[in-house]
């Protein structure tokens, strides 16, 4: 029971336990991993850009994966309010039978999701300098971007709950 309702979270087939702990597992190595792969990555990549080039790829990286983890943390936090909310449409007397991959699915997509959109200001100033979209046109189109941003949190929360599309947008 968490803040008054009732939930609890079930494997609902056969293998559902062991696929729930292979993704987990899976994910895991994935972030413990990735000093080394991105690291791996740029020891590839850097070795053909020119200098000014170098300072941009670190510092798009030095800006982006601090972003990328308060992102994430945003989404952590804005985890469990939502999930209460959603949950809180149970009329009353219900108990919520969460399956536990579709938890984990959710919860993922969610907190990926708020990652990736605290990045998109790193990816506009990039594409910026990148001369593929210039200052004057990103003002200009201010209007297109705030529909864009919408768009963007409509298409990737994981539910069609108008509260996490805006705060994603």
């Known amino acids: 029971q968490a803040a008054g309702l009732d939930v609890e979270l079930n494997i609902t087939n056969i293998t ?3 696929d729930l702990q ?3 597992g899976f994910l895991l ?3 413990i991993a990735s000093p080394i792969w991105i690291w791996q990555l740029l020891a590839f990549i850097v070795p053909a850009l020119r200098t000014i080039e170098r300072r941009y790829v670190f510092g798009f990286i030095g800006a982006a994966v601090p972003l990328f983890v308060i992102g994430c943390a945003t989404g952590w ?3 469990p309010r939502i999930i209460r909310l959603f949950v809180g449409f149970a009329p009353e007397g219900f108990t919520a039978f969460l399956g536990a991959t579709d938890y984990w699915d959710f919860s993922l997509k969610l907190v990926f999701a708020v990652g990736v959109a605290y990045v998109l ?3 506009v100033v990039f594409l910026n300098l990148a001369g593929v979209i210039s200052g004057k046109a990103i003002l200009k189109g201010w209007r297109w971007a705030v529909l864009t941003a919408t768009l963007f949190g409509a298409f990737v929360t994981p539910a069609g709950e108008v509260l996490s599309m805006f ?3």
């Open 16 to 18: 559902q336990s062991f």
């Open 121 to 123: 200001p790193v990816v």
């Open 22 to 24: 292979l993704r987990i």
């Open 167 to 169: 705060i994603i947008a």
């Open 77 to 79: 936090f804005v985890l």
């Open 29 to 31: 190595g994935l972030i």
